[in-house]
Structure formats: C-alpha cells, structure tokens
C-alpha cells in the first residue's frame, strides 16, 4: 500500500477472530484504519503481522460492515455441573436426531411424488458423517 491521497476503504480480519472496517492508510509501518462511527471516525493502528486479510471495498461496504462487529463483551454466565452439562449435551442430541428424522421423512415424500430428485448423494455423505459426529 502506497502513501497516495487516493482513499482505500477496507475490511481487515485480524489474527485472534477478530475484525475491523474503515478508511486505510499505510502509516509508520503500521496500517492505520479509521473506523466509522456516525459522522466520526475511531482510529486503530494494527501490526502487519497481526493482519489475516485486507479486502478493499467501497465505502458504503466498509460502512454496512461496521455495525455488524460486535464489541468484546464480559462473560458472566453461571459456571454449570458436569451432570448439567451432560443433561443439555443429552437433550440436544435428541434434538438432533429428532430433526434429522423429519427431514428424512419430507425427504421420503417428496421423493415419492416426484418434487426431488433420487436421494442426494452429497446429502447423505454429510448426513452420514453427522451421525458419526461425537458432540
């Protein structure tokens, strides 16, 4: 990235699942990302080597990607039992092969009257290696 006056608007993914948005510059060996927010900008310095991916956008892009990044948050959930973890674990198995046996028989009926093709192969390679899936 060159030092021009040309703005380059961008997404970033940062190493450690996280991500930015905003007008970008090379500044200082760092890219400089101003974020907008309403009709001001946050500014956020990140190291080269901490950068995933740069995608350049149009600003109106970078700007409808700002809200979706959600802010840190503290985690303050009630730490759970083995027994109740064990218990929900249990309950969304069910849950799991309950669906998966309704979209076998939606599946069985429509192929009876011609709506879908023969099974799906693909579908039933993943259906397959789902059952096989420990959660």
Do not use: C
């Amino acid at each position: 990235m060159s030092n021009n006056s040309t703005e380059q608007w961008a997404t970033i993914e940062i190493m450690g699942h996280d991500q930015t948005a905003g007008r970008i510059t090379f500044e200082n060996g760092f890219l400089r990302v101003d974020v907008p927010k309403d009709d001001t900008f946050r500014t956020e310095y990140l190291g080269l080597d901490a950068i995933f991916r740069v995608r350049i956008v149009s600003e109106e892009i970078a700007r409808a990607f700002v809200p979706v990044i959600i802010e840190a948050r503290p985690y303050d959930a009630p730490i759970i039992t083995r027994e109740q973890h064990e218990t929900d674990m249990q309950r969304a198995r069910g849950e799991i092969n309950r669906l998966h046996q309704q979209v076998r028989i939606l599946e069985d009926r429509l192929t009876a009257i011609n709506a879908l093709p023969e099974k799906i192969q693909e579908y039933d390679d993943w259906q397959n290696s789902e059952a096989d899936t420990e959660f």
